[in-house]
């Protein structure tokens, strides 16, 4: 915290991503789906370390909400 800083946080205007991240975490029960998917997740071993199971919940809630598209895995189905 800087003297800048220190008093003036109630007067900032929160921004969207803040308000979104409120939102999601409102409307999304996260401990729930953490519960039900983190048995079948995979672990940590050889290899590569998979992603955190919430930051990867995270991302796949997004490109739902937003309607984004993996442009990768659309370029591989429309190969086969």
Known sequence: MTLAT?????????TRRAAF???MNRVVPWRALC???????PKAGKGRAPV???RMLGIYFLQQWF???D???RR?????
């Not at 519960?35 to 997740?41: D, M």
Request: charged letters at 30%; aromatic letters at 10%.
């Open 71 to 73: 442009r990768g895995r």
């Open 35 to 41: 519960a039900l998917i983190e048995p079948v997740y």
């Open 76 to 80: 591989r189905c429309m190969i086969r």
């Open 6 to 14: 220190v008093g003036f946080e109630r007067y900032s205007k929160p």
């Open 67 to 69: 309607n984004l598209s």
């Open 52 to 54: 955190g199971l919430e």
């Open 21 to 23: 991240l409120a939102e």
